[in-house]
Structures are given as C-alpha cells and as structure tokens.
C-alpha cells in the first residue's frame, strides 16, 4: 500500500485507452480478479467524462497519479457516492466530516418538508458544504433570529418551535481584487480587461442591484409570506446601503437651504423697511444676505478643493447656523452705522470702529472653537468643523472688508436723498420730517415697548421681571443638569435609516433578533520570527474568541496557526497534492542558501493556549478548539526530539505548541512564499507586486505564489464575527471585552476592526470629546475676549492698566459663564428631547458655545465700553442694550428661521440629531445672552467695570492723569437725551 500510494514513481502513459483498472494485488488469482472485474464494471464506463484526469492527451505520469484517480473513481463509483464528478449535486450526499454525518449518506432536504420537520432538522449542528473541514460548524447565531427555544438551548431533545428571521451572509471580492479575477481565462465569456477603477465602480452597481433585487416587494404585504430586507456594508472600495443613504440625506438638503436662505431674506428685509423710502435699507438688506450665501457656499467649495468632502453632518448643520451667524453680524454693522448721526464718512469710520472689534472677537472665537475640534477622531466631526472653520473666516472677510463696501454707498445714497431700491428716484425737497424719521421710530419700538420696560424701568414690574428671568435661568440650568445625569449614548442603524427605507427593517431586525456583526484583528510590524510572539499571536486571537460577545472559531483559522502546523510533522497537506511528484509540507521544502528546511519544533505550552480536541469515538466534537497538542497525541519523533518520555505519568498533563526560530529573513519569505503556494495562503499577507506566477496554460490565472513582503508589516486575522449586540451597551462590553487583549496588550499590540469598532467605538469616549471640546472652546473663549478687551481697552488710554485689566478679566469670565450656562442646560433639554449622545449631537451641543459668544461678547462689550456718563449699571445696560435688542433679536429669528425648516426634512434622523438639539441651541443662547446676562450686569455695580470714554456731551472732560476715580465725575445727563443723540 505505501508503495503503490506514496513511494511508486515508475512512469506510466497517461490515456484513457490504458485499459480496466486492475484490483487487489493479494497474490490470490479469484481475489485479485473478482475485484478486477468489479472495478471494470462499476468505474472503467465512467472515468472518462470531460471532468476526469487524464483527459484524452499522451503524456507520461507515474502511477501516483493512477492512485489518486483509482481512489477517486472508487469514492464516486455506486458502491460508495454514486456520483458524476462535475455534474452530480454535491448537496446530495455527505462525506461524514460532520456531527451527524456519515460517508456516502444524504444531505437533509428542506424542499417539501413540513415546518416541524424543518425546524427539527435547524436544530442540529449546521456546516457549510464541506462539513466544517474548513471552518468547523456554523454558529447559528449567525444565521437563525427569533428563535424559541433560544439558540444554544435547541437540541434534537429540544428542538426549534419557531423561527423569525433567517439571514444570508454573503462576501464579495474587494475592487482591487477584481481586475485579476475576471482576467482569468476560465472566465465565462473569456476573460477580459478593467481597471481597478471600473471594478469599483461595477461592485457599486453589483451592490445596489442586488440589494434592489433581493429586497424587492419588501413593503408590499401581498408579497409572498416573507418579507425580503438587506444591507451591504461601506468596505470593499465601493460604498453599500449606507453609503447610499447617506449621500441621499446630504444631498436632499437643497429643497429646505434654499427655503431658509428666502425666508431670512425676507424677514430682514421686511424688518428693515421703512415707509421713508430714502431711510428704508431692503437693498442693502438683501445685499448683505446675498453677501452671506456667496461666501458661505465659496467657503464650502474651497474647502472641497482642499479634498474635504461634504459629509451629513455638513449638509444638515453649516447651511442653517453659519449662514445665521454671518446675517447676525451683518445686523450688527447695518444697525450701528444707521444710528450713526449722519452720512458723513466720519460717522462712518466710527460706525466701523464701535463694532470691528466685537465682530473680530465672535469670529475668532469661533474660528477657535471649530480648530480645537479638529483635536477629536470622528470624520464627521473634524471634518464639520475644517468646513466651518473655512466658513467662519470667509464670513469674517466678507462683513468687515466687503459689506462696509456696500453700507458705505447706501450711506450716500440716503445723504443724495434717493428711494431705496429704486435708486434712480430722488426724495422730493419738501418731504416731512416725521415721515424721515418714522423708521427710527420702529427700530426703537421693540426695545422701548418691550424690553426696557421689563428688564430695566424703575417700575415694581422690573423687579419681578428680573426674578422670574433670574428664577427661569436656575430653573433651566437645573432641569439641564437633570437631563445630562440622564444621557444615554450611541445611535443605532435603526436609528439612522428612515423607516419607508427597507434598511431600517433591516437594522431593527438585527438589533433585536441577530444582534451579530462581522469583525477581525489586525497586527502590525511585530517580531513574527520570535516563538514568543507566534504564541503570543495565537494567545491574544483565542483570547478574542473566548470572550462572551464572539462567535467560536478554530485557532487554525489563523494564518499563523496554520503555518506552524505545516512546519511541523502534523502537516497534512502531502496527502492532497496537486502535484504527485512534489512534496507540500514545510519540512520538505529545501531553503537552498544552506540545505535547511521550513521545519519548526515544539515547546512547552507555557501560556495555556488551547489545545486541539480529539474526538473520543462517542461524542461528536464540531469544532477543533486549538493547535496545541497533550502529550498522548504528539507525534513518537517529535516527543524523541524534546526528549519526553510519554510512559513517565507526569508528562501526560503536559501541552505542546508548534512555533519555529532562528530563520532569516530571506528564510522566512521563501518559506512564506512555499506556504502561500501550497495552502492557498491567508492573513492579508503583503506581497511583492509582479511576483506570483502565472498559470502557462490560462492566461489571467496566478498561482498562490507571489513573493510576501518580510519583515511583515501587516497580518490578519480570518473573518470572525461579534454576537448577541443587542444593545449599544452590549456593544460597547464587547469593545471593552475585547480590547484588553489588543489594543492595551504593550507586549504585543494588535486592533480589532469590523463595524461593531469603526462605528460604535466612539461611544467609548463620546462624552470625553464633548467635555473636551466644549471645555477648550469656552477656555480659548475667555483668552480671546479678556485679549481683545485689555488691547481695546489700553488702546483708548482713558483709564489705568490695573483697571482695565481687572474689567477685561470679569468681562471675559461673564463671557465664559454664560457659554456654560448655555451648554449645560442644551445638553440637558436634549436629552429629555431623546437626543442621544452622538457625534452629530455633540456638534449640535457645541455650536451652542458660538451662539452664546455671539450674544454675550457684543453685550459685555457694550456694557464695559458704554461712555461714563452712564453712572449705574443699570444705565450701561441701557446703553448696550437700546442698540442691541434688534439686531440680536434678528439674529435670534433669522437663525430660528434656518433650524425650524430642519422640521420639514423627510428623514427622522435629521429631525432627532440636528432640529431638536439646534432649536433648543437658538432659545436656550437668545435668553441667556440677552436676557440672563442683561439681568446679572445690572446688578454688577462696580467701578472696575467702567471702561468707557468721557462723554464730552455730558460735561465731563477727559481726566488730567489716568488713575483718578471715575466715580468723582460729575454731571449727570439724561440717558433718554443721550440715546435720542
């Protein structure tokens, strides 16, 4: 038998016409001829179909091959199989590799069957169509959902009573590997040439049309009696559902921008008319919002120049706040040259002075607070934030040098006496000064008729408006605070599609019924050749695998694993050769710099890897378990080479692992390149580029062969899969579970990948990026404003350093206390709003530091800049606020007016992660920077807070030296003249 199947090289012509195939060699002549006659009858007819080797060409063999195609036709003939290789159905019978299987038997049919018999036949083990000779049993978490009794519990003794949810796993080449594939000259239809490029692009299309296909008449309840839902993932180099949905959601935004754009246009407009057509400021109005739109939309179209693609987060969020911004500080400028007492070009350089400064503060705090996002490791949000960065400064260089442009010609255009708009009609001589005027009149009316008389007339009415808005503050910031303790983090697929798209079924489906994602572990540039570190390898995957929320998996699976194995005399692959005449085996392979072979040895099992499982005869085992090996299942050689005597009781309990050492990197690669050849390879090896050899006869088809790239730089586990997510803390446990062995091993460093890493891993630190980056942007909110206060301030020369250094200080502090008043208490009615903490929503919370700084900067400003001659606190209130209540209030709508179209958007995803949070933004920022603030400045009644100029009305003169008192000033003016002036 040794002779004949393994050692016989004797030559022989390979033809079908070599005639019957001869039996047993016994030596018995009725033996040898009844089994000669019975293989004439049962094979010789059938070895000769198109699907058989040899085929009809001459060509000299050795009877190795005739073995193997004996043993072969055997398998096939009807004693055995009974089947035409290439033509039989290989579902139809069993080679008895499986629990429950045995040679030559059937394959359960599902066809025809009644649903007790199907689930009765599910309750088994389940293997792919190799019986787990490749990768061990199916766990069928993977593919059974809904199940009662509970998969794990159902057994032959407990079967399966019913079933919901069967799902299909399918794996697709990645579009880099296409190219080769589909130049192979057993292609149907010939092969054929395509770039990497067009692969991509046909995996697109592969994707979506199969999805579309398989899904549909998902919605439709005549459809058959089971509904059809799916989902492709984003990798491969084409994006799947996902992807799709969430270029469809960025790009739907056009319809709702453009809603928003016209309706704030409108709005300021209409509030900034006049019935004194030469007064009315409409064009300018518009100029300025045009003015917004072009640089808001030339920031985006930079940015992408700069490869910054326009993600969700961008669509949904930049359009309806930055655009708010730019029209706030639009008002700003508009409103104070229009207070201004004429149209001289005097009045309008101090026009510009009063507010370039305040309007450089709120952008370059801004502009800040988007940089230091740039510090967190989400796309869609340091992405955001490079856009809105860029949006912020083209805003900036647009209202301070362009739109002054603008303000300046309105100027003269009011001087000349023309229309508004209709530019070329002059005012007629004997206009009435009331009608001039009249608009004055209505900018003044909201303050006058609404707040001044709630928050700063010496009425009873200001005291108790002053303690329900001091009283509703506390009340907010607390209900805020009750929120956040009730924060839940994460956001589902379920979440993410709308629930008309059949992925939404789809994901809620998985998350409450399979509840199983695909993941893998990588390792980078380690010491592969160190025994320490191939068992540390195999350690760190085995380790993944015993966690609680990953699926079993054989240790062989690993690439490593399998190499060691095929160094060492455990190496099955000689007895399935493709070529009889060449040995396959790593200690057969000859590294011919010095007449070494691939042969590794073995050591003692010191860090308790898994050992194999041996089948005891009685219990059917249906996965392998690991590669190590106890003592009583070691090859004798092998036990000779480690000196152990397997008799001496105290080596039984001992475990042995293969590993190998000492070998060069030369070695190492050709070995590798041998492996590759022989197996098939596997673990993501890099390989040298052009250096796998191509098949003689099937141009396009390569041998496993290419050269791999040593030192290793990078290595893969095989597909493995993360179970039972049914939430996103059970998630985030198998993160947590996992990454102990990976990521926080500093012997060997390794990571893990899949959706359950790329997607859910930031809800490891979600809430960390929010504290950090609200915290950096409200701390380099205070350096900007306590900045530019003391250089405004010193500038002016009217008062101490000490002083103005003191008031500059506080300034910026009640800057900063009213960011976290904000912050907090968005965080808060947001998350009673279901809001959860998410990267869209951390955006949303931090963005409302910015609207806080807008309101808040132009306020304090005022209030420490307003002219002495406004003694009480109360008066410099006044003073900042009988010029702010209108633009802040238009800003205030305008910017409502941008967040409340996000209502209107047709996917809830939207309207959860990005109107929600943002209309609370709006409300939340408008009371406390101008009602909030307002209310505590009043009562901050001291002199270090009094920074302003000498008002030269009020007749008091500029002091002698700069540190007298500004509280020995005399001269009282009437705040209702100095307004009115």
């Not at 510009?352 to 801004?366: A, F, G, H, I």
């Not at 570190?533 to 990953?550: L, Y």
């Not at 993360?722 to 939430?727: G, H």
Request: glycine content about 8%; some cysteine.
């Amino acid at each position: 038998i040794y002779k004949w199947f393994i050692a016989e090289q004797t030559p022989m012509t390979s033809h079908c016409g070599n005639g019957n195939l001869t039996g047993t060699k016994t030596g018995i002549a009725q033996i040898d001829t009844e089994t000669s006659i019975g293989l004439a009858t049962a094979v010789t007819q059938r070895w000769c179909t198109k699907f058989s080797v040899p085929n009809e060409v001459d060509g000299t063999v050795n009877k190795q091959h005739f073995a193997k195609m004996w043993y072969e036709l055997l398998i096939d003939s009807g004693a055995f199989l009974g089947i035409t290789q290439g033509v039989s159905d290989p579902y139809v019978w069993t080679s008895g590799n499986g629990c429950g299987y045995t040679l030559g038997g059937s394959r359960y049919s599902y066809t025809n069957q009644t649903e007790k018999q199907i689930l009765n036949a599910s309750s088994r083990l389940l293997y792919t169509i190799d019986e787990g000779v490749s990768a061990g049993a199916i766990d069928r978490n993977l593919i059974i959902g809904g199940a009662t009794p509970a998969i794990g519990k159902a057994d032959y003794s407990n079967p399966l009573e019913t079933v919901s949810v069967l799902q299909n796993l399918y794996v697709l080449l990645r579009g880099e590997a296409i190219p080769d594939r589909v130049r192979n000259c057993n292609r149907p239809g010939g092969p054929i040439n395509i770039t990497t490029e067009d692969a991509e692009q046909i995996l697109y299309d592969f994707k979506k049309a199969f999805e579309e296909n398989w899904v549909a008449g998902w919605d439709d309840p005549n459809n058959g009696e089971v509904q059809f839902v799916g989902f492709f993932d984003d990798r491969g180099g084409a994006i799947g559902t996902t992807g799709r949905l969430l270029t469809d959601i960025t790009l739907d935004n056009g319809r709702l921008t453009a809603i928003s754009i016209v309706v704030i246009a409108l709005f300021s407009a209409l509030f900034l008319f006049s019935f004194d057509l030469v007064e009315s400021r409409v064009m300018l109005t518009l100029i300025g919002v045009i003015l917004v739109i072009v640089s808001f939309f030339a920031a985006l179209g930079f940015g992408i120049l700069l490869g910054i693609k326009v993600n969700v987060n961008i669509a949904w969020t930049l359009p309806f706040i930055i655009i708010g911004l730019g029209v706030d500080d639009m008002y700003i400028v508009m409103l104070d040259l229009k207070k201004q007492k004429d149209y001289s070009t005097e009045s309008f350089l101090r026009g510009m002075k009063e507010v370039v400064v305040p309007v450089t503060m709120t952008s370059l705090v801004n502009a800040a607070m988007f940089a230091i996002m740039n510090i967190v490791d989400i796309p869609a949000v340091y992405k955001t934030a490079q856009m809105a960065l860029i949006a912020v400064i083209f805003l900036y260089l647009t209202i301070v040098f362009a739109f002054p442009a603008y303000c300046y010609l309105d100027m003269k255009r009011q001087e000349a006496g023309r229309y508004d708009i209709l530019v070329c009609v002059k005012e007629k001589e004997d206009s009435s000064e009331d009608g001039k005027h009249s608009e004055r009149q209505v900018s003044n009316g909201l303050y006058e008729m609404v707040y001044k008389p709630l928050v700063l007339s010496s009425s009873p009415l200001r005291y108790l408006s002053h303690a329900v808005i001091f009283l509703a503050g506390i009340a907010v910031f607390g209900v805020g605070i009750y929120g956040v303790t009730e924060r839940q983090v994460g956001l589902g697929l379920e979440d993410f599609f709308p629930s008309f798209h059949q992925a939404n079924v789809w994901a809620t489906v998985r998350t409450e019924e399979l509840a199983s994602w695909s993941m893998g572990m990588s390792w980078g540039a380690i010491d592969y050749g160190k025994p320490e570190s191939q068992m540390g390898m195999i350690r760190q995957f085995e380790e993944v695998v015993a966690s609680p929320h990953v699926a079993e998996i054989d240790t062989k699976q690993l690439w490593m694993a399998r190499f060691l194995i095929w160094t060492s005399r455990q190496c099955s692959t000689n007895f399935d050769r493709d070529d009889g005449d060449v040995l396959e085996c790593g200690r057969d392979q000859i590294w011919p710099e010095d007449d070494s072979t691939c042969s590794g040895y073995w050591v003692y099992n010191s860090i308790g890897l898994r050992e194999k499982a041996f089948s005891d005869g009685v219990t059917c085992t249906p996965n392998e378990g690991g590669i190590c090996r106890p003592t009583s299942q070691m090859h004798p050689q092998d036990l000779l080479d480690l000196g152990i005597n397997p008799r001496n009781p105290t080596n039984l309990t001992a475990s042995w692992c293969p590993v190998f050492s000492g070998w060069s990197d030369e070695k190492f690669a050709f070995c590798l390149r041998r492996w590759s050849n022989f197996t098939g390879g596997g673990g993501g090896l890099l390989t040298v580029e052009d250096t796998a050899t191509e098949n003689p006869t099937c141009s396009g088809d390569y041998y496993s062969d290419s050269e791999i790239e040593v030192p290793i730089r990078l290595s893969q586990s095989p597909t493995m899969f993360a179970l039972d997510l049914f939430s996103h803390d059970d998630t985030i446990d198998l993160i947590k579970e996992t990454r102990v062995f990976c990521d926080d091993d500093e012997s060997l460093h390794c990571w893990l990948s899949g959706i359950p890493y790329d997607y859910w891993e930031q809800y490891l630190w979600v809430e960390d990026v929010l504290v950090e980056v609200s915290g950096a942007a409200i701390g380099i909110g205070f350096l900007v404003a306590f900045s530019f206060l003391v250089a405004r301030l010193t500038l002016t020369g009217n008062h101490p350093v000490g002083k103005i250094v003191v008031g500059s200080f506080v300034g910026a502090l009640l800057i900063a206390l009213t960011s976290i008043l904000c912050l907090v208490p968005v965080v808060g009615l947001s998350v009673l709003a279901d809001v959860n903490i998410t990267a869209f929503s951390d955006m949303s919370f931090v963005l409302s530091i910015g609207f806080a700084v807008e309101y808040s900067v132009h306020v304090v400003h005022r209030f420490l800049d307003a002219p002495l001659s406004y003694k009480s606190a109360t008066d410099r209130v006044h003073y900042a606020m009988s010029f702010l209540t209108l633009p802040t209030f238009l800003s205030f709508v305008s910017s409502t007016i941008g967040v409340v179209c996000l209502a209107f958007t047709d996917f809830n995803f939207n309207e959860v992660f990005f109107f929600r949070p943002l209309i609370i933004v709006m409300f939340v920022t408008y009371f406390f920077g101008c009602w909030f603030l307002p209310v505590v400045l009043s009562a901050l009644d001291f002199s270090a807070l009094k920074l302003g100029d000498p008002d030269e009305n009020s007749g008091v003169e500029k002091p002698k030296e700069i540190a007298e008192e500004v509280s020995e000033m005399e001269d009282v003016v009437d705040i209702s003249e100095s307004i009115s002036a």
